[in-house]
């Protein structure tokens, strides 16, 4: 089946910028999505990205695509002791409305 | 954007027993999903609730075991029945409508069966 990679962890300090990466396997992804989980919380929608785009900003974060390397990732900057939390990549096919999610990035923010 | 509500939030059930948990989405979706996340775990899709006939399961998932209801465009429930310690588990309603692409979650409800 299809496959959602993400390294397990990520460790910044206070202020740095934080990049999470992710990589999937399905080349007719249409839309790919981050989210993030704070402990005991649900999945909040950071930001979604069309397959036909190859960036998008939003405030603090940065979605970058590369459709060739099939390759996703996050970039925070000015990370803040807020921010720790999972990062979960999913991707989604235009066949499906069914997303296909990572086993998520624990981001540890630290002074 | 949806927001989406489920109930209860947590709970402690004992083995056995049978839990119902309620999504409530403050807008008409097309599309509702109950996903689960064990521990240290990612998402795993337990199926698709259908407005009006009988849900569509993962493999793995019966409908014995999570009965699906969904009534309407805007509310759907979960049942995990005949519940042992292996259910303890975040139980999460998500929502889209996929021609606008986004898919939001709720909260989740924290299972933990004794």
């Known amino acids: 089946g299809e496959d959602v990679e993400q390294s397990l962890f990520l460790s910044v300090r206070e202020g740095d910028s934080s990049v999470i990466n992710c990589t999937y396997t399905?080349?007719?992804?249409?839309?790919l999505y981050w989210y993030k989980q704070e402990p005991g919380a649900g999945l909040q929608l950071l930001t979604y990205?069309?397959?036909?785009?190859d960036m998008k900003q939003d405030q603090r974060l940065t979605v970058l695509l590369n459709k060739k390397d099939k390759h996703l990732s996050l970039r925070i900057a000015d990370t803040q002791t807020g921010d720790s939390a999972i990062y979960f990549c999913a991707d989604r096919s235009g066949g499906s409305y069914i997303p296909t999610f990572g086993r998520g990035t624990s981001l540890i923010v630290h002074p | 954007s949806a927001v989406i509500s489920q109930k209860p939030s947590r709970d402690i059930c004992q083995r056995g027993t049978s839990l119902t948990i309620q999504c409530q989405v403050d807008s008409q979706v097309t599309m509702m999903f109950w996903y689960r996340q064990q521990p240290g775990q990612s998402l795993t899709l337990i199926a698709t609730a259908n407005q009006g006939s009988e849900a569509t399961y993962e493999s793995g998932f019966v409908i014995d075991k999570f009965p699906i209801s969904r009534p309407n465009l805007t509310f759907s429930t979960l049942t995990v029945s005949n519940m042992s310690p292996e259910d303890s588990s975040i139980y999460l309603c998500?929502?889209?409508?996929?021609?606008?692409?986004?898919?939001?979650f709720g909260e989740g409800s924290r299972l933990t069966v004794l």
């Open positions: 399905d080349s007719s992804s249409t839309y």
């Open positions: 998500s929502a889209a409508d996929p021609e606008a692409g986004e898919l939001f």
């Open positions: 990205i069309f397959s036909n785009m």
